[in-house]
């Protein structure tokens, strides 16, 4: 069964400085990965994803994620922080039996 | 035009009522899904249909039943409903591509 570890529960940055969010999976095969993020009140809305190909994978909003098989990451980066990326972030695994596994989230708050 | 759409988008309730959502997609995706996100914020599956039929069926209570009258639509019904069932269920779809979409939550409290 695939699992998703987010490490931080909440990470507290500036506003303009750079970010990364941990994301650690567990699977058998090759994964689909996702990063998802939830503003307060709003459903979740996709980030970017990786299924196969390049492993530096470009986003919405700025964000961008890089897949290492040999660390089972999938961490989300951010070169310039905004206020209004303070949210919810989840990283998810996919299979393709139509399942996926979210981790229990990471919530980012922005410093002005 | 609204892709993942729910109703209500808050349930205030009495414990041992009955009530339902409902879920409506526009994408044109076979495969839905309910999920349950507790205060934590942690997000669980709790049912997925494909085609109007049940295929994933996660650990949750009896008095807690899903129905698709067709691939647009996932309502969810819940049976007796208690204290601990207060939370934000999620809708969603999910592309060829397994991405998912999502709706804007139905924010259930039971009093």
């Known amino acids: 069964a695939q699992s998703v570890t987010q490490p931080d529960i909440h990470i507290t940055v500036s506003e303009g400085a750079s970010l990364e969010l941990r994301c650690n999976y567990s699977?058998?095969?090759?994964?689909?990965l996702f990063w998802y993020v939830q503003s307060p009140g709003q459903g979740l809305q996709l980030l970017l994803k990786?299924?196969?190909?390049?492993?530096l994978v470009q986003g919405i909003k700025g964000f961008e994620a890089e897949f290492k098989r040999s660390q089972s990451s999938f961490n989300l980066r951010k070169p310039s922080v905004h206020w209004s990326d303070a949210a919810e972030y989840f990283c998810?695994?996919?299979?393709?039996?139509?399942?996926?596994?979210f981790g229990d989230g990471t919530t980012l708050t922005v410093k002005p | 035009d609204t892709a993942v759409s729910q109703t209500p988008k808050y349930l205030v309730t009495q414990m041992g009522n009955d009530k339902s959502i409902k879920c409506e997609q526009n994408?044109?995706?076979?495969?839905m899904y309910w999920y349950k996100q507790d205060s934590k914020k942690f997000l669980k599956i709790m049912f997925s249909?494909?085609?109007?039929?049940?295929?994933i069926n996660e650990t949750v209570p009896n008095r807690f039943s899903p129905k698709s009258p067709d691939k647009a639509h996932l309502n969810l019904h819940i049976n007796s409903l208690e204290l601990g069932d207060s939370a934000v269920c999620f809708c969603?779809?999910?592309?060829?591509?397994?991405?998912?979409?999502f709706g804007p939550g139905t924010r259930l409290l039971v009093l």
């Open positions: 998810a695994v996919g299979t393709n039996a139509g399942k996926s596994t």
């Open positions: 249909y494909n085609n109007k039929e049940l295929i």
């Open positions: 969603a779809s999910r592309d060829l591509q397994e991405t998912q979409y």
């Open positions: 699977y058998g095969a090759t994964p689909y």
């Open positions: 990786y299924f196969s190909g390049d492993t």
């Open positions: 994408l044109g995706h076979d495969t």
